[in-house]
């Protein structure tokens, strides 16, 4: 059940939330008399203030308290989405970092999810309703894959940035952070009154990080931009595509952003180095068009030298490429290394191919690739891809399967990495998960906790910074700020 206690002493709402566990409403309902016992008077609360409570899903489990006044609490647990790491664990890389993230969407949310999963405590700047990654891919059950999956283990602050109470608390704010990371068009920060000038003034050494589609600079910069033109802009949609006149092919959704949010993580990774070393702060700038340079960095280094673009080709070299199987499905194998195209025909029993004087060499198989391509594709088709898994690894032949999510996800490789896990949150249960990229041996990344609620650590964080709860008052009936 969700119980509210409100009344004149409280404002609107204490806001105690108190779910039943595996459906058994008895001790949790009596936690939340004891509660009321304690910190109001009476079960029914002394005169003006009424306990109301209402049925939720028994598949939402969790205990929590949302204050309104001094510190109360009916147990340990709490709606809040960052998760206590476990017994014993090291420090993260970025512990102690904090950073201040007015980002949106995808690129920049991306990047601080890595700041988030390196130790960073990352404090995700919304409007009153929310970011517009809220509301994308939503599912009948109020998930956003979009919102959770570029946003975990981060804090969230609701303000309104058009009040000047919101950009009050903003200007209190950053002199605690690190960090500032915004992705809005260049000059917006500025009319704000919180561009990376104003920040300094505020913090002298600031690392103040700019997620951009094509860069600070040139006429395109005052553009907004999405990962799809930037994809188009960058060449790469050609270079997948059909060749001249044909269609060109955009790489997976997002892929600009996430090259782009990788990359701008690394940039301020690279300047939180630099302030250690030099005591000096910094504007960053990571774009989307960038980050597809540097994703293409061979084949552009190719054209500039020879001015020739080969664009996208099925089967770049036939012992490079996805062969299919009795059963349809594919198996990858990458071959190209003399002693690795002994071994491919060893595993696949073409003693034929081996000898053939025409694949004899390198050399030769380039030159006769269509024919060389067509033999292994018949020898692929004669038995289903299980089959094929075990001779190719015997022969120590790098393949894989192709998968599709589904088989992927189940893979133990990923998991055995943590590169997907398990996590359990107060408000959605256990969940699977992207884990975070890398390993640390010393100072190992984790995930911080699932995609914040909107709003849910507004007070806490206004608390931290010195606002009383009459300011904070103040601050909600201006509309300033909104809490969970």
């Known amino acids: 059940m969700v119980a509210r206690v409100s009344g004149p002493k409280w404002g609107k709402a204490v806001g105690a939330v108190v779910v039943p566990r595996e459906g058994q409403a008895g001790p949790v309902a009596d936690e939340l008399i004891a509660f ?13 203030v009424s306990l109301h409570t209402e049925p939720l899903p028994q598949s939402v489990r969790v205990c929590t308290l949302r204050r309104r006044s001094p510190p109360m609490t009916i147990s340990d647990e709490r709606l809040d989405t960052i998760l206590p790491p476990p017994p014993n664990t090291p420090p993260s890389a970025l512990r102690g ?60 602050i609701t303000l309104d940035l058009k009040r000047p109470g919101g ?27 919180i561009g990376y000038e104003d920040c300094q003034r505020l913090r002298e050494d600031i690392i103040f990080a700019s997620a951009s589609a094509w860069g600070r600079q040139g006429p395109w910069a005052a553009r907004g931009g999405y990962d799809h033109v930037a994809q188009a802009l960058s060449g790469v949609m050609y270079e997948q595509g059909e060749g001249p006149g044909g269609e060109p092919h955009a790489l997976i959704g997002g892929f600009a952003d996430q090259i782009g949010a990788m990359l701008l993580a690394f940039g301020i990774a690279s300047a939180l180095f630099v302030r250690q070393r030099d005591g000096i702060g910094q504007h960053i ?61 060893d595993a696949i029993a073409a003693p034929q191919l081996k000898s053939d004087e025409r694949f004899a060499e390198p050399f030769g198989r380039a030159r006769y690739k269509d024919a060389l391509v067509e033999a292994l594709a018949a020898v692929f088709e004669t038995r289903p891809l299980a089959d094929w898994l075990g001779p190719l690894e015997e022969h120590d032949v790098p393949h894989a399967p192709v998968l599709d999510y589904a088989g992927m996800s189940k893979h133990p490789q990923y998991w055995a990495n943590a590169y997907l896990q398990e996590i359990e949150t107060p408000h959605l249960g256990a969940m699977r998960v992207p884990g975070p990229p890398i390993q640390m041996s010393a100072t190992p990344p984790r995930v911080q906790g699932c995609g914040p609620i909107l709003g849910f650590h507004t007070e806490d964080i206004l608390e931290s910074i010195g606002y009383t709860w009459a300011e904070i008052e103040r601050l909600k009936d201006s509309g300033a700020i909104r809490t969970a």
């Open 167 to 193: 950009v009050s608390v903003v200007q209190r704010l950053i002199p605690v952070c690190d960090v500032v990371v915004e992705n809005f068009r260049p000059g917006v920060m500025e009319r704000l009154g």
């Open 36 to 48: 009321c016992r304690t910190h109001i008077g009476s079960d029914k609360g002394p005169k003006g």
């Open 285 to 345: 700038d990571g774009s989307l068009i960038g980050g597809m340079v540097a994703m293409q960095s061979k084949q552009i280094t190719e054209f500039l030298r020879t001015g020739k673009q080969s664009g996208f080709q099925p089967r770049r070299a036939a012992t490079y490429t996805n062969y299919r199987c009795a059963d349809g499905r594919h198996v990858a194998i990458a071959a190209n290394a003399q002693d690795m195209w002994e071994r491919l025909c």
């Open 97 to 156: 970092v904090r950073v201040l993230d007015f980002t949106r969407a995808q690129q920049g949310p991306f990047a601080t999810l890595l700041l988030a999963d390196m130790g960073a405590e990352v404090i995700k700047v919304e409007p009153p309703g929310g970011e517009m990654g809220r509301a994308t891919g939503l599912q009948d059950d109020g998930f956003s894959s979009y919102f959770e999956g570029h946003n975990r283990g981060k804090r969230s």
